[in-house]
RNA sequence: GGAAGUGUUGAGCAAUUGGUUGGCUCGCCCGACUGUAAAUCGGGUCUCUUCGGAGCAUGUAGGUUCAAGUCCUACCACUUCCA
């Protein structure tokens, strides 16, 4: 049992401050949950998630992980946590997610999906069975539900099938978990996810579903895969709605600063993106003034700090120019430092959403901060 | 001073026997990236443009030819070797 306190809820949005408690910690809700896919978050050391970008809780990925290192070595390292040297809360994502993204790889079935390893090309089947079994070998504190993610757009047909059958692999999942106690010394929690891509009949079907099952922590998924903005927020905001108030919301795969900050005020309490971490590689830092493309010609001879307001240690080591030349010449450290930063901006924003909620001012404050994190500078 | 060789876009290279190069890689410029098959991918990079095209281009100046990056002559620059 993951234990949640609503603290406080906020008078002129849905936003909520609460505090969830899990084997490896509390986490202070609205939270931002960096994604470390294969057992890392990219180009960032434990040491500095934990001191430099303050992250309450990571992301691992059951499909990944498994196929590399796989179980054969997490087991006997005494699971994720120990393998990894994070003591703090990890969350993984069942392997839904690659049902999408590697959708030319494999074949869905009731029974399950099989995948054809990226790696190696051999089969891999994961029945919603087959997925607790490994993460409860992998040993997260949460844990998510197996489902399919729909690709956007999608016909009602589709939808509604793949919702139907996410809906019955959630009792699979259940029934499984339930029946199997953990593997190492502490609780895991698993969480259901909603889905019923863009269509509001469907999500409401599949949050009153989900709500039902009353799972510790609830998921909404199949969102951030394409669709306008405004689709996100209708979908986010009727889907909350359907959810149990008392337990937290853990919106999938989203987003940009903007998306964050408008779905904790719809009601969402946890988010998990990689785009801090991959366009962060890529050159693309994020600001509370806007966004920055490093890369731009325009930053060659600027030695301001990288970022006068960021919460981080590099954001006023180095300067733009030094970063330009970084990334340009492909060196790892750019990466490094734009991942870092862009971390600790994503969990900073979090935090003063959660501080904000508390003082009661959250929606005068997102609106004044919220039209600026799009700029481009 | 002599001999040989080489000159194609910012760089490095391609381009049948003379037969449609504005080709490739890098660099540079710009963009994309949302539960990570991504330190990745896409576009642009001679000039002008009303964005449909048009024009000028292979060191310079000539020549041969239906046709020249390619052959010939002179000059210029660079490289190597010999004095």
């Not at 790889?105 to 069975?129: A, Y």
């Not at 197996?146 to 139907?164: G, I, L, R």
């Not at 492909?330 to 003082?359: T, W």
Request: hydrophobic letters at 35%.
């Amino acid at each position: 049992m993951a234990n949640f306190d609503l603290l406080h809820t906020d008078k002129n949005s849905s936003a909520r401050a609460g505090l969830l408690e899990t084997a490896h910690g509390a986490i202070e809700t609205p939270v931002f949950m960096p994604v470390g896919t294969a057992g890392t978050v990219k180009g960032v050391h434990q040491t500095e998630l934990k001191n430099e970008i303050n992250a309450q809780i990571i992301l691992g990925n059951t499909y990944h992980l498994f196929l590399r290192p796989g179980l054969d070595v997490i087991n006997p390292a005494g699971g994720l946590h120990k393998f990894i040297n994070w003591n703090k809360p990890i969350l993984t994502d069942s392997g839904g997610y690659q049902v999408y993204s590697l959708s030319d790889n494999r074949n869905i079935k009731e029974e399950g999906v099989t995948f054809k390893s990226h790696i190696d090309g051999s089969l891999h089947t994961f029945s919603p069975e087959r997925a607790i079994d490994i993460q409860r070998e992998i040993g997260a504190d949460i844990i998510m539900a197996f489902d399919e993610c729909t690709p956007w757009p999608c016909s009602f047909d589709y939808a509604k099938k793949s919702m139907d059958m996410t809906h019955r692999w959630l009792l699979r999942c259940k029934t499984h978990f339930e029946s199997q106690p953990p593997i190492y010394n502490h609780e895991q929690t698993l969480a259901g996810i909603v889905q019923g891509s863009t269509y509001t009949d469907l999500r409401k079907e599949s949050a009153e579903f989900v709500s039902a099952q009353e799972f510790d922590i609830n998921a909404i998924g199949g969102l951030s895969v394409g669709e306008p903005a405004e689709e996100l927020y209708k979908m986010t905001s009727l889907v909350c709605s359907f959810l149990d108030k008392e337990k937290p919301r853990y919106l999938m795969g989203v987003g940009t600063p903007q998306n964050i900050l408008e779905c904790i005020s719809m009601g969402i309490d946890m988010f998990d993106c990689v785009m801090p971490t991959r366009n962060a590689r890529n050159g693309m830092l994020f600001t509370w003034e806007g966004i920055i493309n490093i890369r731009n010609a325009k930053w060659k001879n600027d030695y301001n700090p990288i970022d006068g307001k960021g919460t981080s240690s590099v954001d006023k080591l180095y300067s733009k120019a030094y970063l330009r030349h970084l990334i340009h010449s492909k060196e790892m450290l750019g990466a490094q430092i734009c991942s870092i930063h862009n971390l600790a901006f994503y969990i900073d924003l979090a935090r003063q959403a959660r501080m904000h909620i508390i003082a009661g001012d959250f929606s005068r404050w997102k609106d004044e901060v919220s039209p600026k994190l799009s700029n481009r500078l």
